[in-house]
Nanobody
Framework: QVQLVESGGGLVQPGGSLRLSCAASGSIFSINVMGWYRQAPGKERELVAT???????NYADSVKGRFTISRDFANYTVSLRMNSLQPEDTAVYYC????????????WGQGTQVTVSS
């Protein structure tokens, strides 16, 4: 069994910053990709940023230049530094990983709330 645990969400004022972290644990043989997704009320879950084991990164256009994803695949962790936060960034942020145990599959964390409000 694999678990992803997120931390670092909270309430921040517009223009502020937050750092989210996600740690994977369990019977992990390898991880090929980790990333962050978010879901705002009434909207579908969307990609925020991903990073792969060969250092490729991908960002949603709406966060480019403001958010930075970093990973330590040796320790099965990924972080998301979020700067210049705006109210439209308010959402539940989910960590996702592609994990090899006995086979490859995707795992999700439970989510962490990020609220940007004055």
């Amino acid at each position: 069994q694999v678990q992803l645990v997120e931390s670092g969400g909270g309430l921040v004022q517009p223009g502020g910053s937050l750092r989210l972290s996600c740690a994977a644990s369990g019977s992990i043989f390898s991880i090929n990709v980790m990333g962050w997704y978010r879901q705002a009320p009434g909207k579908e879950r969307e990609l925020v940023a991903t990073t792969t084991s060969d250092s490729r990164t991908n960002y949603a256009d709406s966060v480019k230049g403001r958010f930075t994803i970093s990973r330590d695949f040796a320790n099965y962790t990924v972080s998301l530094r979020m700067n210049s936060l705006q109210p439209e960034d308010t959402a539940v942020y989910y960590c996702k990983a592609g994990v090899l145990t006995t086979r490859w599959r995707e795992y999700w964390g439970q989510g962490t709330q990020v609220t940007v409000s004055s």
